[in-house]
């Protein structure tokens, strides 16, 4: 080994992120669904929240057919409620722990300790988990009560990102690939899985651009001088932000592709576990 080689630390000057607790930027939770004004602030942040675009985009459809019960885990805000139809019995439910960790506290959501859902066994015709399972610590624990929870046949609507910040920091433990799951679902009772790219790798550039100049223009960390600075960087990025906008939300028109946003999942409980 020469000089250099054992001279230099790769690490100094890198922060160990084991040590982190916190997340120095996060976006604006999402706002409960609610009347008009709210409606138009949620289309507004859809156009340019690109990740919530393309779940709004494929949710739509699959939403507004359903009937019966409907559980919602890990609702946070209930952000893709209003695309339920009038014939759909909504139950959002949630960790105690929500508004510590997650900043949410919506009325009328059901809480829970532990993994065990406040949901009857095969009480759910239908189970959504958006933007949840990169969250929970053991995710086939939770496939296993989604099954639970699901009548024979019941359909489970999942979302999980891909290209995405490590965010809602610590609780942010896993990225998941179609194989992943695919494995989970079938080991845990789960039949005819489906998983779908949202977007390709042109979405991703465009949003990875949006990111980097409104992660300036909105600091939320740093001495006023530090945050001024990081505006007056930011704001020559703006054209940017509308221009990535409106390309990332054309391109989510494609078929999807290998490296996207994330994946949007649907699969039928079935009646035995494997
Ligand atoms: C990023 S938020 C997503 C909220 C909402 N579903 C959405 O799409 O905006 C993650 C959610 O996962 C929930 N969560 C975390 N751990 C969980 C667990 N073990 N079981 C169920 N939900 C959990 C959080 O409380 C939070 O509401």
């Known amino acids: 080994m020469d000089k250099t080689t054992r ?4 690490f100094a000057g890198r922060e160990n992120l ?11 939770l999402h706002a409960p669904p609610g009347g008009k004004l709210e409606r138009i602030a949620s289309a507004t942040r859809r156009f340019f929240d690109v990740q919530a675009g393309s779940i709004w985009r494929d949710l739509a459809p699959e939403l507004r057919q359903l009937r019966g019960t409907l559980v919602d885990v890990g609702c946070g805000a209930q ?3 209003p695309l339920l139809g009038p014939d759909v019995e909504y139950i959002g439910i949630d960790i105690a722990e929500v508004e510590e960790r997650f900043g949410y506290a919506i009325p009328g959501t059901r809480y829970f300790s532990g993994e065990t859902w406040p949901v009857a066994d095969a009480g759910a015709d239908t189970v959504l988990a958006t933007e949840t399972l990169e969250h929970v610590v053991d995710p086939s624990r939770f496939m296993r009560e989604a099954h639970r929870c699901l009548r024979p046949g019941g ?3 999942l979302t999980v990102p891909f290209s995405a910040r490590w965010h809602f920091v610590p609780h942010d433990y896993w990225r998941f690939t179609p194989s ?7 080991e845990n009772g789960f039949a005819k899985p489906r998983v779908y790219a949202r977007g390709n790798a042109l979405t991703v550039a465009a949003y990875k651009t949006m990111a980097l ?3 300036r223009l909105f600091p939320q960390n740093g001495t006023r001088a530090k945050r001024i600075t990081s505006v007056a960087v930011g704001i020559p990025g703006v054209p940017f932000v509308v221009l990535g906008a409106a390309i990332a939300n054309l391109s989510l028109r494609s078929a999807g592709g290998d490296d996207c946003l994330g994946y949007t999942v649907v ?6 576990r494997r």
């Open 7 to 10: 001279s230099r630390d790769p």
């Open 18 to 28: 084991v040590d982190r607790t916190d997340e120095t930027w996060r976006p604006p």
């Open 79 to 81: 952000p893709y409620r």
């Open 155 to 157: 359909k489970l609507i």
């Open 180 to 186: 992943s799951l695919a494995l989970l679902l079938v």
């Open 213 to 215: 100049v409104l992660t």
């Open 267 to 272: 699969a039928e409980s079935s009646l035995e």
